[in-house]
């Protein structure tokens, strides 16, 4: 359906002048584009359902879901808006909380939360981006060990009963991981956009200010909607993805670096629109757009197989736990753990 002209203003009158609390980070366009050029990115090494053209459509699809699940209700939205973002100062505090690094990364969400009251603020403000990251990285984890499990027990297994239950159970895996890498994609890809990354969110507020950058409410949102939908080429996006390079570190260390890298574009932006290249028409605004869009697809596509080589290593059930290597080695038989002990 064609939207008429004065429908299209006001529609996107009403982006521009949302409140920050109701903003999206990139818009529907932005974050399709992310989990599109993500799982597009996925090598060869990853199961070739997820490289599927109906597969990649579907994860771009799903990373706009977070945001189409807004304004579900308050204790939905309470728990579940602040895990778009990050309040980053310009010390690199988490609003005025510990230091945004590894070694002061909070290990949970309640020792974040226990460490924020500590001064005053509390994760709903501040935003809690890293948790919801890290927390979808290890569901993938679990998730492709079931996948590598399923798939070894199939080859082997000779009850016709057990073999028609492993067959389906895969199916349905296959299915919850593409949802699950898709709905986590959106976050992911907050994390790329700058203004999720700072106190600086929409205008750069009641800090000190002397290079005299914009106080706009409308700079968010002119930035990750109507600027990335019009810039968001998705060739062009996957050119600029770099190739996939093993981190060999913790899951904590790739993500705090993957959101300071983009806490750091914060002032680049602010110049760019202070210097009135923030129009589409701008070869400038074209590079930084396009240049967040590809280092989301890369964190996306870099998480993401990670996540697979973790789960090699990966476990299922309790006491005792099996292992993948187990199953495919013959040495456990999983038939238990996956259909259920009770």
């Known amino acids: 359906m064609r939207?008429?002209?004065?429908?299209?203003?006001?529609?996107?009158?009403?982006?521009?002048?949302?409140?920050?609390?109701?903003?999206?980070?990139w818009g529907a366009s932005g974050h399709r584009t992310v989990g599109v050029v993500g799982a597009a990115s996925l090598s060869a090494d990853l199961p070739a359902f997820l490289r599927a053209p109906d597969a990649i459509a579907a994860i771009g699809e799903y990373a706009r879901e977070p945001d189409r699940w807004k304004n579900s209700g308050k204790i939905h939205d309470t728990d579940r808006d602040a895990a778009h973002f990050l309040d980053l100062d310009d010390q690199g505090k988490m609003l005025g909380g510990p230091a945004f690094a590894v070694a002061t990364l909070?290990?949970?969400?309640?020792d974040y939360e226990k460490a924020l009251q500590a001064v005053g603020v509390d994760s709903w403000k501040a935003g809690y981006l890293p948790y919801a990251i890290i927390d979808g990285y290890q569901q993938l984890v679990k998730d492709f060990t079931y996948w590598r499990i399923l798939t070894a027990a199939i080859k082997v297994e000779k009850d016709p009963t057990h073999l028609a239950y492993y067959k389906a159970d895969l199916k349905r895996r296959q299915e919850l991981l593409i949802r699950d890498i898709g709905v986590w994609a959106h976050y992911v890809g907050d994390g790329s956009q700058p203004l999720h990354m700072s106190v600086h969110y929409n205008g750069w507020g009641d800090?000190?200010?002397?290079?005299?950058?914009?106080?706009?409410?409308?700079?968010?949102?002119?930035?990750?909607?109507?600027?990335?939908?019009?810039?968001?080429d998705e060739k062009a996006i996957q050119a600029l993805v770099p190739a996939y390079k093993a981190c060999d570190c913790s899951v904590e260390t790739r993500v705090v670096g993957?959101?300071?890298?983009?806490?750091?574009?914060?002032?680049?932006?602010?110049?760019?629109?202070?210097?009135?290249?923030?129009?589409?028409?701008?070869?400038?605004?074209?590079?930084?757009?396009?240049?967040?869009?590809?280092?989301?697809?890369?964190?996306?596509?870099?998480?993401?197989?990670?996540?697979w080589t973790a789960s090699a290593k990966g476990v299922i059930g309790y006491r005792p736990e099996i292992s993948v290597a187990d199953v495919e080695s013959g040495k456990a038989d999983p038939w238990l753990d996956l259909y259920g002990k009770d």
């Open 207 to 232: 800090y000190p200010n002397p290079n005299g950058y914009t106080q706009s409410r409308q700079t968010h949102g002119a930035f990750e909607g109507p600027l990335a939908k019009a810039l968001g």
């Open 3 to 25: 939207l008429s002209s004065s429908l299209k203003v006001l529609v996107l009158a009403a982006a521009l002048s949302a409140p920050a609390a109701s903003a999206f980070a």
């Open 106 to 110: 909070p290990p949970t969400r309640a």
């Open 258 to 307: 993957y959101l300071t890298e983009t806490w750091k574009q914060v002032e680049p932006l602010y110049q760019l629109e202070k210097a009135g290249g923030m129009v589409e028409t701008d070869p400038r605004a074209k590079t930084f757009v396009q240049a967040r869009l590809a280092a989301g697809a890369a964190a996306l596509r870099d998480l993401v197989t990670d996540a």
